[in-house]
């Protein structure tokens, strides 16, 4: 079972920046982030290929937030520019053996971090 442990959440206001850290203890083909705000579904918000040759984006992130992998760390980064109140939430980072957008399709998940954006 691959062990997922996110970092780098915190408390910041409208318009800046954060990265969280995802360090995996094994790979996995399809690497995403996904986030629960309060009283919501978790949803989904980016995937990567382990290979890094294939980025998702939920609309609601594209062009402000980036995903990406360091294969020599087994990390996955979310880097997340232009943050919203709307932002506000925990963010979890999952592991699967395929691609999909479905929390469910997920075999492997850290324990979460929580990320707080004020206007």
């Known amino acids: 079972q691959v062990q997922l442990v996110e970092s780098g959440g915190g408390s910041v206001q409208a318009g800046d920046s954060l990265r969280l850290s995802c360090a995996a203890s094994?790979?996995?083909?399809?690497m995403s982030w996904f986030r629960q705000a309060p009283g919501k579904e978790r949803e989904f918000v980016a995937l990567v290929a382990w290979n890094g040759a294939t980025t998702y984006y939920a609309e609601s992130v594209e062009g402000r937030f980036t995903i990406s992998q360091d294969n020599t760390k087994n990390t996955v980064y979310l880097q997340m520019n232009n943050l919203k109140p709307e932002d506000t939430a925990v963010y979890y980072c999952?592991?699967?053996?395929?691609?999909?957008?479905?929390?469910?399709?997920?075999?492997?998940w850290g324990q979460g971090t929580q990320v707080t954006v004020s206007a």
């Open positions: 094994g790979r996995m083909l399809a």
């Open positions: 999952a592991g699967g053996t395929h691609y999909s957008l479905k929390q469910n399709e997920y075999t492997a």
